[in-house]
């Protein structure tokens, strides 16, 4: 399928040429669309039992409701990428706005869990679409330089922290209303941002070429194969016959994958893109700072819930602290990049996280949110502020506007990849702690419990407070060490790998540079 270029009207200006206040709301709607979609990762977790209940989902397919979500988003952000880049980024952006809105609408009238399943998928389809499309669009609409530079921080404190946002909303929401708005809070939203876009922001030229096909089947299918077996892993284990087999699926449709691009005329993944080594070591980064980013959300999350004993409003308040000193990260990175250059927040971002993550480990059954969370989570959302901001800024550094679909769609789906992968590594040595754990506390529960207690355990195979937290604790410890030291890994990537030159300095001032 071929497609001529249309360049934009004549008609239509540029957020820059209507002044200031142009570049602020083409920002804030490019930045409202990540929200919602990044924010749709979490806000369902604190619903899932509402959802069980009232769907009638098993404990095992209920593990779906986030997984159909995450499966067609991580498979789908490169052809969502290449699509804004040939049909024009800014009508591809609203078409994945309008289709994510859709499958919101349908997912909160859902009335059984098949429906319910079908609208996450189709709102995956969406958000693969329009958050590629909408990193693009700051891209092209912001002159590079101190302007780009401070819309790359607000996009990327909006990227790290509207998973923390999105565990606030999530409580808000099912302890006032009820599930269901978890879903329907979409709908006004993203009607608002596609109302707003055209307004807002400039259509993009179309660049004459042609779908992939190809290429898209092979990477769609080899990257969902690639994520199912990660989270398969997580919940079946490494052995089970189902992830070898997507896991050996994936390996050989990748490689047709790669076969088929090096022989493209105009791939959907330009593969030279990797032969930058700075490029390459952004998206080795990303890999390793997602696994860091989900597990933290999700064991957190856990531990408040389960030791804590913090109902779901007050979970999401206990994350709210994230966003705030993400977004302070990212601006204190955004700022001096032009002076310093991005591999300095690089390094310094994957140590502060690791050391958060490092002091996470600490936690048991006496700690306390303020005495044992708070100072971890807020040194450890600092480090990836910053790190978010110069990784997205590396990422599409020295990419022809052409290509940058491709670039940003490559960031997002290494960003899921890489969570999807690391939490089930993380889950592993959850899963081989506890058990030890639970080895040394059966014998002790068995001497103290009372007749009841021990019919109840034999009847259940669960212990009770506070055998059960030990366990709970020993694991989550266990996983922390594992998330700090890949944050660790993603400190040595910067500092072996990223190379920042004189011309890229030069080029974060704006000197000299007019728009891209």
Known sequence: ??????????????AKERGGGGNAMALLVIAS???????DITIVNIALPDIQRSLDFSTTSLAWVVNAYTLSFGGLLLL???TGDILGRRRVFIFGVLLFVLASLLGGLAQNAGQLLAARALQGVGGAIASPTALSLVSTTFREGPDRNRAFGVFAAVSAGGGAIGLLAGGILVEWLNWRWVLFVNVPIGLLIALATPRWIK??????????????????????????GFIRAAQ????????VASFAGAVVILTVFILIERQSRQPITPLHMFADRNRAGTYGMMLSLAAAIFGMFFFLTLFTQNVLDFSPLQTGLAFLPVSAVIAIGAGLASQFLPRYGPKPFMVVGGILAATGLAWLTLTDVHSTYVGSVLGPILVFSLGMGMEFVSLTLMALSNVSPRETGAASGLLNATQQVGGSLGLSILVTMFGTASGN?????????????????RARFERTGDLPPPWVDEVLTAGISAAFIMAAIFAVLAALIAVVVIQVRPSDLERLGGKGLGPV
């Open 236 to 243: 079946e284990g490494w052995r089970d016959g189902l992830t």
């Open 203 to 228: 259509e993009s030229e179309r660049h004459p070429g042609h779908f992939d096909i190809a290429g898209a089947l092979t990477s769609t299918v080899g990257m969902v194969l690639l994520v199912y």
């Open 80 to 82: 969502g990428g290449r």
């Open 33 to 39: 669309c990540q929200l919602m979609v990044v924010l």
């Open 437 to 453: 754990e639970a080895d040394k506390q059966v014998p002790q529960f068995l001497e103290q419990a009372t007749p009841a207690e």
């Open 1 to 14: 399928m071929t497609s001529s270029p249309q360049p934009a009207p004549s008609a239509q200006t540029t």
